[in-house]
């Protein structure tokens, strides 16, 4: 099972299984809704946004362990961050999941677990959707699509 | 390739009246040369056979031929190369048209493949038949490739598109159906077989209801006719599409067969070389059957491919691929069921090898990675079927299918796998 163990690590079945910020803050002002239309998952992001920091940020959706434990461990990182600071994040875990960069953890923290995903080219639109959709709600826009 | 023997299965029991006929599997994988490679290290269980099935070598040395010796174009040429082509073709239009059960030749139409057949039909004929009010019958076990040519049709002439039920074993709802029936349906579509629950249509009584209303019926036969052959005559049917790459044979290749009272009178919807008689700026004069809807050189090595996949599957006779799949489909019925924790989605009594299911803790899109890391090829998803997803309120399911290759072995493999999956997210 060790090399099923390298995408599926602990922290990302753990996540899929119990995804942390399972529901949407209090008074989010911004949301947007992800959808994977290869496969069919879907998930909402909603956040409460001051300033250019996100204060607040969970979601509610369905979606395979890979796209389930990314929204759960997105949501945990992004609290208190600023837009910048999640641009650059996410291009930064993009590189990663496409194999573009090799996964630090100095770098990348807890995330550093989706480094698995690069040897999978058909679940990386998986472990983007959140970030996608995060991104998308941050930018004011309703949708996000990972065609 | 077919031969009777007694049953020398282990679960032997089922006597027969009548000979068995039995596939000899072990020789069909050998005539399969995908099915030689190892899979990340693993057996390759090939269980994707409704997506596409592998091609046996006799359909790669067909399309290998026909580019390595013929390579011309088709028609109108005096040459050599160009005469051995066209006779090739035509040649495979005669095999698909026979196996199709069709008594003439001209009325089969090489397309790119069901989807491609369907919009033809959609397109050449339901536009030139359809006015506001009209209703177009489908099923909602559809794959999209049934409904969204009919929707387009749809929204262009002001016809209503007409869903019949499905019950929740997966079927089509008969009386459900003849129900949606009404003065205004001109035309009912539906698969053969669903591609995402196996289950087999009663097309011969569907066909009756539908003429019974004066509408014209379809078929996607994508599924059916690997699995089923095709008897366009025995099922009564108008227009049956099917695709060569679901059948063995290549990609991008398919073959309609229409009723030829109904497809003669039918104008061309594309335009090009190949399908005319004569051309002047003024006025253009349409080709006959079947030239007319095959405009722009064909895919003269797709079409030969499929040629040389209806004949391998002409020899080893659909009564032996029937009874190798009944057998399996009771296997795999039977050893998915022992799995704690699984949910078989579409139980139809009538079906084929076609599984599809969930697992509890398990997304069919892990499972679909966890099972190829062990050399199990199965799909997960919609399977182009979003609204029979609905129907059942799952957003994907896994799904495993069977072909002519297929043994206990592919299911065991799958079974296994399906527990290292689950052990995983215990």
Known sequence: MDDLRELYQEVILDHGKNPRNFAFPDASNCEADGYNPLCGDQLTVKARVEGDVVLDVGFQGQGCAISTAAASTMTEWAKGKTRSQIDEMFELFHSVVTGKKDADEDELGKLAVFGGVAEYPMRVKCATLAWHTLEAALAGKKEASTE | ?426
């Open chain 2, 1 to 426: 390739m077919t031969q009777s023997r007694p049953s020398t299965t282990s679960e032997g029991a089922t006597a027969s009246s009548s000979p068995r006929v039995e596939l000899d599997v072990e020789r069909i994988r050998s005539d399969f040369p995908a099915l030689g490679q190892r899979v990340h290290g693993h057996r390759l269980a090939y269980l994707d056979s409704a997506a596409s099935a592998l091609k046996p070598q006799s359909v790669i040395d067909a399309v290998v031929k026909n580019y390595s010796e013929d390579g011309a174009n088709v028609h109108r040429g005096v040459h050599w190369l160009s005469q051995r082509a066209t006779t090739a073709l035509e040649a495979a239009r005669e095999k698909v048209a026979k196996f199709m059960g069709s008594a003439t030749v001209e009325n089969v139409v090489f397309t790119r493949g069901t989807t491609d057949g369907i919009n033809l039909v959609a397109n050449a004929y339901g536009a030139a038949n359809l006015s506001a009010g009209d209703e177009v019958l489908i099923s909602h076990l559809e794959h999209h490739s049934n409904i969204v040519p009919w929707q387009q049709v749809c929204e262009r002439t002001g016809a209503r598109l007409v869903i019949a039920p499905v019950t929740d074993s997966g079927e089509l709802d008969v009386d459900g159906f003849e129900r949606k029936l009404s003065e205004r349906t001109k035309i009912v579509s539906v698969a053969h077989v669903s591609n995402t629950l196996g289950t087999i249509l009663p097309l011969a009584r569907i066909a009756d209801l539908a003429h019974a209303r004066g509408a014209v019926m379809v078929v996607d036969g994508a599924q059916g006719a690997p699995h089923l052959g095709v008897d366009v005559q025995a099922l009564g049917v108008d227009f049956y599409a099917m695709s060569g790459h679901k059948l063995y044979g290549p990609n991008g290749i398919g073959a309609l067969w229409g009723e030829k009272s109904i497809f003669e009178k039918m104008a061309p919807y594309q335009g090009g070389g190949g399908m005319i008689r004569t051309v002047s700026f003024e006025k253009t004069t349409y080709a006959g059957l079947p030239e007319r809807f095959e405009a722009g050189t064909p895919n003269i090595a797709g079409a030969i491919g499929l040629g040389a996949a209806v004949d391998y599957l002409t020899n080893i006779g659909f009564a032996a691929v029937a009874a190798h799949e009944k057998e399996l489909v009771r296997y795999g019925t039977k050893a998915l069921a022992a799995i704690p924790g699984l949910r078989p989605i579409g139980t139809a009594k009538e079906k084929v090898g076609v599984f599809s299911f969930l697992l509890e803790n398990v997304h069919p899109h892990d499972l679909g990675t966890i099972l190829d890391k062990r050399g199990v090829a199965i799909r997960a998803g919609h399977h182009c079927t979003q609204p029979l997803m609905k129907r059942f309120g799952v957003p994907a399911t896994a799904r495993a299918s069977l072909g002519i290759y297929s043994t206990r072995s592919d299911i065991d493999q799958l079974v296994g796998a399906i527990r290292e999956a689950q052990e995983m997210f215990s």
